[in-house]
């Protein structure tokens, strides 16, 4: 079993930046890949961004050029660095894993996630 962490979520004004942290904890083989979802209220959780195994990094079109990826695989942590916060990116943050990816395997899909953090709330303002 996994355990994921999230944190650094908080209230800010639009325009403004966040960074949140996840760590990983229990059995985190090496094969483990992490990745940042968010669910605004009433909508789909939607992914965010995410490493491959090897580090190769994707993020999702509405957040490019604003929001950034880093890893330290040494502490098992990924963070999220938020730029440029739009109220539109209101949501609660999660972080998600899975050990079962082959290859250079990406996490982006909902279903492929074995592990969910509790979700930190970002609440951007107007």
């Known amino acids: 079993q996994v355990q994921l962490v999230e944190s650094g979520g908080g209230l800010v004004q639009a325009g403004g930046s966040l960074r949140l942290s996840c760590v990983a904890s229990g059995r985190t083989f090496s094969s483990l890949t992490m990745a940042w979802f968010r669910q605004a209220p009433g909508k789909d959780r939607e992914f965010v961004g995410a490493f491959s195994r090897s580090g190769i990094i994707r993020t999702a079109n509405s957040v490019k050029g604003r929001f950034t990826i880093s890893r330290d695989n040494a502490k098992k942590t990924m963070y999220l660095k938020m730029n440029s916060l739009k109220p539109e990116d209101t949501a609660v943050y999660y972080c998600?894993?899975?050990?079962?990816?082959?290859?250079?395997?990406?996490?982006?899909?909902?279903?492929?996630?074995?592990?969910w953090g509790q979700g930190t709330q970002v609440t951007v303002s107007s």
């Open positions: 998600a894993a899975t050990n079962s990816g082959r290859g250079d395997y990406t996490l982006t899909q909902l279903g492929d996630a074995d592990y």
